[in-house]
């Protein structure tokens, strides 16, 4: 005959925990290391989207001063006299091509103002890592 299994699980002894030891030399310089890499590859990242941000302001700064250009030719065409004179549906579609690029120039000018700031931000987060 056997003898009745016990409803609860057998448990085993627990052995008496370990004294807490101090983390030796070696493994504080290896945890200060890790910490200064984790510190130099996020400034690293940070100066790498700044220096994208900054590109990206000269780029659409350089599109505005084209723009610009454009647009003074634009409007420059539309006062003329050509020759045979213009229908007065072409006028009207020039005219609506000078009111849309002053709106893309209006918006570039808007995008552009904040991206310089940010990008001296970026750098000087970047700095303070």
Known sequence: ?????SPLPSTTPLAPAAPAQA???AELQD?????L???EEAQSA????ST???????DIIDSYRALKVHLGALVCFRAGTPTPPLSDA?????????NELRAS??????????????HNDMYAVAADI
């Open 1 to 5: 005959m056997q003898a009745p299994s």
């Open 23 to 25: 983390p030796d030399t």
């Open 31 to 35: 945890d200060a290391a890790a910490l």
């Open 37 to 39: 890499l984790q510190q």
């Open 46 to 49: 940070l100066e790498a989207i």
């Open 52 to 58: 994208d941000i900054g590109r990206t302001g000269l």
């Open 90 to 98: 072409i006028i009207a579609r020039v005219d609506t091509l000078i």
């Open 105 to 118: 120039i209006t918006a570039l000018e808007q995008a552009a103002l904040p991206l310089p700031k940010l």
